[in-house]
Each structure stands twice: as structure tokens, then as C-alpha cells.
């Protein structure tokens, strides 16, 4: 393992929003572990969250309390995320999909998408994002879609090759991390382990860039420029069609 | 306009992939000229293809006329598309989804994925993507969802908010760019100009970012090193599901 | 209104998945109440169900108080929907998609699809399904592939045009049934109107026309059947590709 | 094969949209053949197109000869689908979705969407519709989302399970027909093998079901009775939200 970057000024979270409660259950949380301590074997300072273990109720507002949910532990968890330089979201696959438990999650990161910075910008801006995708057998690059353009909408910068996962042959069959006579499922994808280094290593890389930069590039993303009257140089084209 | 960056090291390509021929009756062009015009202020090179004017098959091959083909403008067209730091994908919406020549141009754009750069990395990397889509009800998010996936997976790296585009009500109705009686169909968006203002910015921005950091970072996706055994210290947990 | 069919022998369900507490408050449900008073014209008996107002924990077993939830009230709900011969499911759309609350549903119903009929098809096989979507600007039609792909998967039959919404110009704005100064919004869109009445006749035709012929068509269909090394009929060709 | 129905008064067309002109090197031909052979034994009509070996250019009219194309089969084409009751829709996967001239396929399907019958309906109406998806591994249920859509959108009904297809596991690997040392790739799936037999006998029974009755049931949907003011007992409720 030669010149291993340290980037010690970095923070990430992690969310697992697998359906099972058993944190030893999830297949996904697998995957996830192994982001996990590659990110720390770089210094980085990582936060998982567990989603389904903690009381989140579904809304777009940034507290349900005041919508009529007697609990929500979102604005305390809001301020890891806000914190967390870099977002890896992880989700199972049901009928080909993200699991409900992720749109939860993504709901409620939309929640604060009119959290602005100092200069303006979306607070997303600066932070890198990533999705990791497991199943028994379709749905990775669908979800990914799903989950790279909700990141991306929000204010993430997405790295190159920003998902990674498992799934099998099609039909119903073992997940990844099941124990099989022979091995476990899907220990042995030289393609899932190689993607998975590489989103990793590129979100990490990607958010340091950023951050020894002072984040995104302030020019031309200033929302309330834009209200004051700022065009940024952005002129329609003095022509229709008939 | 105040302190409008100047990026003259940057090029990029723009590509309509609308079903219509003549360029003047496409709305999407209508959009992608805005963009295009908006770059050459911050003094980048733009190159603008009008995809469905060009002789490009379908395929997932460098050079279709090698698969029973005559004619394959693709191999000319990519000598811009791997020279250009920055690529905007346009289409128009059709079922709520891009045009089929939007997918012919992410088919021959997938051909090129096994060519790498000096630093064992895809071609692609370093450079940055959005995508404009237009139409008059429907699927602006969808097909982003789409672009932008393909974009990020080829190697792009996609900065926040990379998509805009112009959609009416649900039902027929004019299109972008539109000649009413009262003005020019969604010449009005304070939301599209905004967008494709705070989009354009980005793009070039990030872009601007990346090049002047010699490409993107290139620890952990080289894909020759790992080819070769290393691993860039990723390694599976040592458990696995009963 | 002439000849209006009546078809008393049909049951269907009807489910809003708005993030709203507040029935009265949802805009989906203005649209939901327009095809529940249009079904009971026809005399079907309609029951219907506000999601987020349940205890219906996410998962994918019939009964999630044996995973480690206090309360699901699904297993009484699975009765209604067992029952129905129609299912409508309406969501919201949030970032152009359907809500978590949505995706609980779809999780919850998937929990069933090993339950078979008499004739060893899947439970859903002769009930037909519709869905129906609102939303301020984006997502109709992708929202609609998503559930309307869930419930052929499950073993609803899909009539023609079987998706029906509302969404205005993009950007923000008003939603389905605000109350403007000049009007209702939406309330005017002939496109809404029409799209919504041929899903909800056809609908109720289809499910009649099943029903009167005792259920979706049993032969190839039988999984009982297959298992035990009824084929059918089918039978792969004998050639491979080299 | 007991009481193998017959059902000799169904025509079907199936249109693979393979990449390859070959029609002896697409993987999803095989399975398009094990369809079209178990329709033969139901006494079944086929006719089959290999799209990419026909000049069918990209478009949204039913003539593309009309807006600048020397040349377009689509107009002799559409003959066949318009006479036949079945439609299957074949297609690889190239990242994660349907190919371009899949696409090409849908749009000029959709170009038809004017043309009505003596109903009043669409023309696709009483006609059953089905998606057949192969490809090395992911995005099955994807392209089903978007192939079914596209074709309840036109008209057609879509029964129970109406897709079926073959993926691998994760990463590049053999496809679907592939001659192997000790098999053929994907022969020896009973999920594929039981999924298209179950696809292929409810697309054949609805159609023959519709068939027999007629058609599509008529009330409700007949485009020419609500420009003339029919509601079909249609109403929008008397409310509206503040």
C-alpha cells in the first residue's frame, strides 16, 4: 500500500438504509464497512447512521415535529451531515429501487436544500457524494441514477464512476456477504472490489480538492446575487421560432 | 457583469441531439446557444455538433464502418470530444425520455471507455459534464437522471445542479423558444435562466478547477495499478451472513 | 352522461402516499376524489386509505411486529387490498419522484407476492391498476414508470393510459387545486380532465371484463405447475453463440 | 403439454433492436425465438423485424421522407403492427438501459399515436404488449420500467409479469446464449425460462381475451366523444386548498 493520501481535514457520513434493523444483518452494511475503513485508513473522520433505527418521519421539512410527529431525531443527525465534507448513501434494492427507508432520507436532505452558506451557495456545495447499491440481482445503475441525481441537485459534486455494489445472477439467490460453502457471495468480484476503491478514492480526492480550494468556485452559483439582479454574464438568444 | 472569470485554457462540445434537421426549428438550440454564447464570454472554445446532421450509427464501437457500416462521422467528432475539457449533452423530450440519437451519442461516447490517459485513468476523467433537456411537459429530471449517470460512469465529473432545461404544463403546448403573441414561450423562466446561468458556471468552473490541478486526482483509479494486484488500501471485512 | 356502465361487483382501493397529514391539505387527494366519486357513479365500492395517517412500518414481510416494529396496521389493510379488485395508488411527487411513503407501499405489497389464488397464480393476477400523480413541475411520467412497472411485476393487469396527474411549468409554483385569484389550478387543464377519466373507466372495464370471465386467463401462468415440471409449452432454441 | 390453448386468429410482431446486424450474434434474439416459437404452437401469426437492418431513421412522423430522409421503412412496417394484436419489444442493455434503436422504435411507434379506430380509441387498443431485455448484467427492470410505459402510454394493455430477460452477475461477463465450456450461458435459469413462458402466455390470453370481447372495452375513452363535450361522468370536486 504505497503513498496511501492522508487527508486528515476531511469528515464523511455514512448512512445505511437497509430495511433490516440488525445492523450484522445488512448486506449492504458490508460493503459499506469496507468505505468505512478505507476512508479511516486515509485519517478521515467517519459518522455512520443506521436510518431505520432512528426515528425519521418521512416530510421535506427540516423538523416533522411541528408537522405533527411526536419525534425526530433528523436536526440532530442534520448536523453531522452538515459537517461531513463527504455523503455515501447505501441502500438495498427492492423491485429494482432504493428502499423506502432512502427516500426518507432523501426527502429530508431536501428539506434543507434552502440552507445557504456565507457566500450564497447552496450548503451542499463543497461536499462530494457517492451511492452504494447491493441486491440479489438489478437495479444498481437505476438507483444510482436516482441517488447521483438527488445528490447532484442538492449541491454534491459528483466524482467519476461515483457508485459501486453487488448483485447476482438474475432471479432470486444470495446477497452479498452471505456465507456459502465455497467462499461468501460476492467476496470474490474483482469488478465490485475494484469499484468500489476506485468511488472511494475519488469522493475522498475530489472533497480535498474542494476543500483546499475553499470550496466550490463562488462564481456564477450565488442565489441571492441572482434576486439582487446579477445575471453572471447570461444572456438569452435574441430569436423564436415561429 | 462584474469580474466575469476568463477561462481561455478550457474548450468545450456541445451536442443537440434533436430529431429536427434544421437547426433554426430545434428549441433546445435555442437554450444551447445561451450556454454556448455565456462560455465564449468567459473566452472558452466551444465546438456545437447538430447530431442528427452527422452520419453516426448506432453501436458500441469506435469506428461503426468496421461493423457493416459505410459511413461513421463518429471517429472525426471524437477527436473534439476527447480534446474538450467540458461536454453539454442536449436532447429534447420524447415519452418523458431523451431522443433515440441522445442514445446513439452516449452509445459511441461508451465506445471510447476502454481508452485511458497517461495516468491509467479513463480519458474521460478531468473532464466535466451538464446536461439541457427541453421539451413541453414533461421528464426534464428523469432524463438528467439518465445523462448525468452515463456521464459520471464514462469518467466526468459532474458539479452541482449540471442539468437545466425549459418545461410547460402538462399537455400540449409550445415550446421553448416559442413566438407568442405575448412574448416567446419561457423567455420568462426567472427558474431555466437561473439555472442554466448557475449551471454553465459550474461546469466551466469546476472544470477550470481540475485542469489547473494537472486532471483529476489520480490515486486510487488507476486501473492498470490495480490490474497489476494493488489495491490502494481497500480490503473486505472479515465477517460475513449466516 | 349516457349510459354510464354499472359495475356493482367491484371493489377497489384507493391509496394517497402524500407526505401531508392533513387529507384536506393534500393536493392528490383533490384528483383521488374526482376518481373515487367517478368509480362510486358506477357503484363500485371504494375504500380508500391515507397512508402517513397508518401505522405501516417499512419492510417486506407481511408483518413487520415480527421484525422488531410495535404496530403495523398492514395486515389489516392487506384485507381491503386483497379484497379489491382495483388498486389506485396516488403519490406526490418530491425531487421528481414518488414519496417514501409511496415506496413503503410498494414495499408492503411486494411482501404479499407469495401469496398465490386458487389457480397457484400470484394473489394480484385479475385486479387491474392505475396511478395517479401531482406535483408542481416535473415527474410525471417517471413516477408513473416506476409504479406502473410495480404493479404488472406484482400481477396487476395495466389498461391503456393507466397513469393520470397534474404538474405546472417548471420551477416552483402553484400545485394541483390551489386556489388562485382567478381560479382553481389545474382545474382548467382539459389534458388532466380527459387523461383522468379514460384511466378510470379503464380501469373499471378491464377489471370488470377480468372478472367476468373468472379471472386473469390460468394456462402458463400456474407456478405450482411449473414447479412441478410443467413447461408449457416452452422450450429454448437449440443454438448458442460461439 | 396438456391443453396447450390455440389461438390462430392472434397476429404478433416482435422487433429486436439488438446493435448487432447479425441477427445470428444477438443474444437477444435467442430469447425472442423461444418466444416466437411457443406463439407457433398457439397457432400464433409471427412476424419478426431486426430493426438495425432496416432504414428506419429517428423521428416523431410517420414519414420521415417527408422531413429530409431519402428513404424509411417504417411506413411498410407499421402495416404489421398495426394488424397485429401482440407487440414484444426485444432489447439489449448498453449502460443500464434500452438501446438507440430501441428508441428509434418507440418514437416512431408514438409518431402513430394520432391515428385512431373506428372507436374513437386509440389504435393501439385491445392490442397486448410485452419487453424482452438481455444483457450482461444490470438494468433489467429499468428498461421495463420505460419499454412498458412507452407501450401502455400508446394504448396497449400490459398483463401480469410482462417482462422477462436474462443478466449476469455484476462486472463484464458472457451474455445470454453464449456457448461456455460446460453449458450455454443462461440456459440453465428456471427464473428466465419460467418468467418468459409465464410473459408470453398472458400477453397471448389478454390479447385473446380482449380480442374476443371486441376490443378494449369502449365507454370512457373515446378521444372524438370528449372533444365533443362527453365527460363520462367525470367531475372535479367542489373544493379547492387555500
Known amino acids: ?27 449492504t452494511q458490508i460493503l459499506l464497512d469496507a468505505i468505512s475503513n478505507l476512508m479511516k485508513r486515509a485519517e478521515i473522520e467517519v459518522t455512520s447512521f443506521h436510518m431505520v433505527n432512528h426515528s425519521v418521519p418521512p416530510g421535506v421539512y427540516p423538523d416533522m415535529t411541528e408537522y405533527g410527529y411526536d419525534k425526530d431525531e433528523w436536526p440532530e443527525i442534520w448536523k453531522t451531515v452538515r459537517e461531513a465534507d463527504i455523503l455515501i448513501i447505501g441502500t438495498p434494492l427492492w423491485l429494482g429501487e432504493e428502499s423506502s427507508v432512502c427516500r426518507i432520507l432523501i426527502e429530508r436532505l431536501y428539506a434543507m436544500s434552502g440552507v445557504l452558506n456565507d457566500d450564497g451557495q447552496s450548503i451542499f456545495y463543497g461536499k462530494t457524494g457517492g451511492a452504494v447499491i447491493t441486491g440479489n440481482e438489478d437495479g444498481i445503475k437505476h438507483t444510482a441514477m436516482s441517488l447521483l441525481f438527488a445528490m447532484q441537485h442538492l449541491g454534491y459534486t459528483i466524482p467519476p464512476q461515483a457508485d459501486c455494489g453487488w448483485i447476482g445472477e438474475i432471479g432470486p439467490g444470495p446477497s452479498f456477504g452471505d456465507k456459502q460453502e465455497n467462499g461468501i457471495t460476492g467476496f470474490d468480484s474483482d469488478f465490485t472490489k475494484r469499484n468500489t476503491t476506485i468511488m472511494t478514492w475519488n469522493i475522498m480526492q475530489l ?30 438568444p435574441h430569436r423564436s421560432i415561429d
Open 207 to 236: 472533497a480535498h480538492l474542494l476543500k483546499s480550494n475553499g470550496g466550490f468556485p463562488k462564481y456564477g452559483n450565488d442565489r441571492k446575487g441572482w434576486e439582487d439582479g446579477e445575471q453572471f454574464g447570461f444572456e438569452l
Open 1 to 27: 500500500m504505497t503513498n496511501l493520501p492522508k487527508l486528515p481535514e476531511l469528515k464523511a457520513v455514512i448512512f445505511n438504509t437497509s430495511l433490516k434493523r440488525d445492523t450484522e444483518q445488512s448486506h
